[in-house]
């Protein structure tokens, strides 16, 4: 197979590396080079690897021309690409899902509780400005956990969670075996309708579902009405599901306590954000997934379905078609 990796030069490492080590030499591996023309590039290309999702539809009528047989993206989320387009040029589609990231979002995710808990940006300031023994901080302890989406990371969280002595709550759109949620010790599980529940109930409010239509500004100012003064809201997964001027207006407000996030609807974030310049508020470059684990798991997943392609076999977690 000959494979046409792409992304930009500054984000190659180490994603490219580890793709390369999982590919082991035994197919041909060709860097996409920015500012040479697109067609020469994709010519007898097999197999576009597109680290992150981010083709163009040049990129994706040359690989149709060439006859591309799978485009693998090293990534989760699907939002940055075109999905319905490639697949109407009758090229499959496949990620890397959760289950690659979930350790690593997981203990993002818990390292920006932790932060809240122990209001991290007020204790930097104090001790810079040589003031001891302030401010007074929070537990997880006895804690409530929300989880909106359980999937990989949501589950991967709530395992890591539950011995620091929180309870656990979670929704998702799909049914949830009775021994996982036992073995997890979710106290509550329901569906999207009982998001209200789970978000007036919660102490931290953690979103762990894909960016689509339907969750697209999905904790919005209704919702975070909804939440404790005292609760904090966590995103490590897509900015644009939480309405962020709604969420500014929150925090301002004094509606909720905090925010961690790692993801935002505009990225690179403005540095004029108000979210930049909060104490309440800990922000971190969309790194909750960019771990040495985590590149290596997704770089050996997309190397199984290069191989797979090359079998004639199907490639695994293919995207669903889009109508």
Known sequence: MKILFIESPDLLYPWYDD???????????ILYEYGRPVEEQFRDI???VDRGGRGTHAMIDAAFESGVKL?????TGLDHLDVRYIQQKGIP????????????????ALFLMLCLAKNLSTALNNIRAGTFAKPINDELEGKTLGLVGFGASARALAQRAWPLGMRI???DTVPVPQNILEGLHVEFFGGPQQLDQLLAEADYVSVHVPLTSETRNMIDQ??????????????????AIVDEPALIEALQGGWIKGAGLDTFAHEPLPLSSPLLHMENVITTPHIAGVTWGTSKRRGRAAAENVDRVAQGLPPLYQAASVE
């Open 19 to 29: 793709f390369l080590e999982a590919i082991g030499g035994r197919h041909e591996v």
């Open 46 to 48: 097999d197999i576009v």
């Open 71 to 75: 485009w693998q993206v090293i990534g």
């Open 93 to 108: 589609v496949a990620n890397t899902p959760g289950l690659f990231s979930g350790i690593a979002l997981a203990e993002h």
């Open 169 to 171: 709550l979670a929704i």
């Open 222 to 239: 209704r919702a975070l009405r909804l939440m404790k003064p005292t609760a904090c809201l966590i995103n490590v997964a897509r900015g």
